[in-house]
């Protein structure tokens, strides 16, 4: 397995649940392997160490858009004994974190602003439509986003199981980075790099099919810290590859276009 849990959970690796946790407000990004059987309350406080949140957290499959919670300190009495397995969380998910005084300033900053045009031109994240009741990121993380692409390339290459978790196809993900990779040079000076505050590997990889673009967004590590960890936990061997360029983007796009025509014809 690519990390092992820093607690003491016996389980065998094929029963194992590799999971990604995710610190919307930081943009801070970690793995994790429990076991099917851990419980709520468990996974409560390792999210809480291994992020290092000193508060009461609560827990989210994919993203908060996705409401119900998953946990929550008002819930966890009835629901912090359910197992991971009971709850639908499935290898490979996406669990969001938040701590409860963040949560709160969240709903609250959306019920405050809903329906404001202005607002909505403001709003931070991927421009699919959020389920009713979704909330706005912008008002925690403090920066103004950039504009999301058109919504006529918005291929879904993540792969959302029926309790809205998360799993990554990053074979489907090359070879759509692969597609338009022909002129790289020139169409990374027409087409700047699609970007946005806490956005995840497989938008940033779906959404700039040209390798040049790709490269300049996984090495910005002061705006998406995350990003190049999701790579070494979702593909490491590409990872490592992309690593030995030394951060000279014009190698790592060729590195990037080789290994996924590679992938793609092999």
């Given at each position: 397995r690519s990390q092992s849990?820093?607690?003491?959970?016996?389980?065998?690796?094929?029963?194992?649940?590799?999971?990604?946790?995710?610190?919307?407000?930081?943009s801070k990004t970690d793995a994790i392997s429990l076991s099917p059987s851990t419980t709520l309350s468990d996974l409560s406080s390792f999210a809480s160490a291994i992020l290092g949140l000193d508060d009461?957290?609560?827990?989210?499959?994919?993203?908060?858009?996705?409401?119900?919670?998953?946990?929550s300190p008002t819930n966890a009495a009835a629901d912090?004994?359910?197992?991971?397995?009971?709850?639908?969380?499935?290898?490979?998910?996406?669990?969001?974190?938040?701590?409860k005084s963040e949560f709160d300033q969240l709903r609250n900053s959306a019920a405050t602003n809903r329906g404001s045009p202005a607002r909505q031109r403001q709003r931070t994240g991927p421009p699919a439509a959020a389920a009713p009741g979704g909330l706005d990121f912008s008002a925690?993380?403090?920066?103004?986003?950039?504009q999301p692409a058109s919504s006529t390339n918005n291929n879904n290459n993540g792969t959302a199981n029926n309790n809205g978790g998360l799993t990554f196809n990053i074979q489907g993900l090359l070879a759509a980075s692969n597609a338009n990779n022909g002129s790289s040079a020139t169409s990374s000076q027409k087409n700047?790099?699609?970007?946005?505050?806490?956005?995840?590997?497989?938008?940033?990889?779906?959404?700039?099919?040209?390798?040049?673009?790709l490269m300049t967004i996984l090495t910005n590590t002061s705006r998406h810290p995350n990003l190049l960890k999701e790579l070494n936990y979702h593909n490491p061997a590409m990872y490592k590859k992309l690593m030995s360029a030394n951060n000279d983007i014009s190698k790592m796009?060729?590195?990037?276009?080789?290994?996924?025509?590679?992938?793609?014809?092999?």
């Amino acid at each position: 397995r690519s990390q092992s849990s820093p607690f003491p959970i016996q389980t065998t690796m094929a029963d194992e649940l590799n999971l990604t946790i995710f610190h919307p407000p930081s943009s801070k990004t970690d793995a994790i392997s429990l076991s099917p059987s851990t419980t709520l309350s468990d996974l409560s406080s390792f999210a809480s160490a291994i992020l290092g949140l000193d508060d009461s957290i609560v827990i989210s499959k994919d993203s908060f858009a996705s409401l119900p919670l998953l946990f929550s300190p008002t819930n966890a009495a009835a629901d912090g004994s359910k197992s991971l397995g009971q709850c639908g969380i499935a290898n490979g998910d996406l669990l969001s974190v938040m701590t409860k005084s963040e949560f709160d300033q969240l709903r609250n900053s959306a019920a405050t602003n809903r329906g404001s045009p202005a607002r909505q031109r403001q709003r931070t994240g991927p421009p699919a439509a959020a389920a009713p009741g979704g909330l706005d990121f912008s008002a925690l993380l403090g920066s103004a986003a950039a504009q999301p692409a058109s919504s006529t390339n918005n291929n879904n290459n993540g792969t959302a199981n029926n309790n809205g978790g998360l799993t990554f196809n990053i074979q489907g993900l090359l070879a759509a980075s692969n597609a338009n990779n022909g002129s790289s040079a020139t169409s990374s000076q027409k087409n700047p790099p699609v970007q946005w505050d806490g956005m995840h590997l497989d938008d940033a990889i779906s959404r700039n099919p040209d390798p040049h673009n790709l490269m300049t967004i996984l090495t910005n590590t002061s705006r998406h810290p995350n990003l190049l960890k999701e790579l070494n936990y979702h593909n490491p061997a590409m990872y490592k590859k992309l690593m030995s360029a030394n951060n000279d983007i014009s190698k790592m796009a060729a590195i990037w276009r080789e290994s996924t025509m590679k992938s793609t014809t092999s």
